[in-house]
């Protein structure tokens, strides 16, 4: 009877060992995507960044922006630096974004495939909402230290219709995304890197590099400087606002 | 010896081949540099040198020299535009003053406007008073705006430049809602015309208004618009911008005018002032494909313009006012001729149907900040149009070079064909601060 139980007990903690890779491997890929845009940025919030198109013989051009994000979906960028750029300003609701020229006077609509800085950045990478309201997780693995997920376009709105991301597993932060157009086609790849303590317990990437095979060569970074958490009325992110950015400073 | 000198090539070929790989990889922000100032401007400096040939048959070469027009011109202008803005609590004041100064082979001209000037008042997101001198940009249209009530008329081969204001007094609401209605906002701008006070609007000794209601309707933006007082006759407007996909934004405008008038060359020789009622419209789209190509196509009806027929006396006139001149130096012809043209004939873009295409190619062949474009503008009606190839490139920080031709072409008695510049070969060299 006692070589009975012990072979029974011996059974089950065998199965349990052999199954629970099975449990490890059935991951929540939208869970993990939700606590990776929790650890990148706060949900209503004022950022500094510094944007740097390298070309390939070294050579850069430096763009300053001011951005101040509410909720999931609403989002304003202002131009602060060089000058030739400064007072521009892009507003995001949702799948409708705009740009604001001072001397034009009026904003205009844009596209989030279009890039207003030139380089491989473009307004989407610039606008980015959380990855969870744009991207469905269809299927994650692990990969040593890394979980992959792949992810794909909500709506045919969204700028790249697939992504791969790899998130490291113990700050579930990303560390690398492929961009793919609908066709398969690579567009860029995107790489998180130095992670820094912006208090208020948020500690996260501050630079993202990217490249494209369709700029070969080029190379273009965003350094993020300042992220704190801010409040912001719902009328800061509309069209007659637009002028009005740099007052939020 | 030899050895030493060709080690000394290798460590400055190695020094050049590595120090850009080591610069690109050195990133800095200093966040100290960005800090809000109460006070901020900026602005342009810019040279500009155009070579113009002269369409000396043309009727509007004609007109400007009473017969004995130049083959050519060359032009120098020198532009500087300041804008900045004082922020002091809810209260921010705003200015863009432009000034200019150009040498030709006939003349020296100079000139300083204040483009806008004027006080916001924001004592919360909610609403803002502006007061003074303010551009307003109504509507959605790239090279025309039909329902820019209150705006003066664009010009359609630079619509990105600053422009003028007037003199006014507006208030601002935006409201932001939950739902498919997103935003609300209302803008209603009093603009009195007075002695030296937007004299060029129209009417004396009045009080106008302008009110225009903005709607974010799920992904589309909505405009109604309506303009009042006795400078000018009643208007009403409505257009609407949406994006059909990520690359695809479509924009219409139609303005109408119950009571408008225009001076108009009837078939007898005589001037009347036609009034009727006026529905000018726009439609519009912008693409963009995958290859970074933009375009942007509008097709204009300008219900206030003239028809070929009404163009075709206008441009007899001409012709007879040149030959009265040449046999018996009676200048009567062309002083009636000149006055038609003011205000009138003379408009660029007098005309009734246009289309306007307009491409323009983002860094092609990998060549960063570097943007060829192709503007045309096609009277519609007489088939007469203008070409102009243009390449601008912004490479150097807060440097932006712009090389366009404009190539004119038209049978006689057409629009493009009877303007008064055959060709232009334009270089600008803008510098930002």
Redesign the interface.
Known sequence: MHKRAAFLLVFLVSTVLVTTPVWAADLDGTAILRQVDTNLQPQSYEMYRKLINIEPDGSKKEFVLYSVKKGEDKMVALFLSPASEKGRSTLRLGDNMWLYIPNVGKPIRITSLQSVVGGVFNNSDILSLDYSVEYDALNVIEEGDSYLLELKAKTNAIAYDRLKMWVNKKVKVPTTIECYAASGMLIKTLYYKETKDFGDGLVRPSVLETDSPLYKGYKSVMIYAKITKKELADEVFSLNYLARVEELR | MPSLFCRFILLIFVVFAV???F??EE?S?D?DE?E?KSL?W?G?AELKWEHTDINANSAFSLLDSYGDPRSSLDRFTTTLQL?G?F?KGVV?CNWTVQAYAQQDQEEWADNADIFDAYA?I?P???A?LDLGKK?????KG?AWNPVGFIDRPKDPNN?????EGYIGVGL?L???LPGPL??V?L?TVALPVWRDVNEDFGQRDNVNLAAKL?L?YR?V?IDLLWYTGNSRTTRYGLDF???L?????I?AEVAHIPNQSQKLLTGDGSVAIHEFADTTYLLGL?Y?T?S?I?TIIEYYHNDDGYTENEQNRFFQLVENADRLYQASGDDALYTKANSLSQGAYGQSQSGRNYLYARVTM??PF?L??FTPGLTAIINLDDESYSLSPEAVY??F????LRLRVSLLEGASFTEYGEKQNENKLELRIRY??
Do not use: C
């Open positions: 120090v850009p790989a610069a690109a990133f922000f966040l960005f809000k901020e900026g342009y804008d803005n922020n921010t916001s924001k919360t997101p909610l803002t551009v307003f940009k109504w509507g790239y619509p990105e430049e600053a422009m601002d935006i409201k932001s997103q935003t906002a803008t903005y974010l992904d933006d911008s949406t994006n996909a990520t690359n695809f934004e924009h912008r963009l995958e970074d933009t983002k860094e990998e960063l900040y912004t490479g920080t807060n440097w932006e930002f601060f």
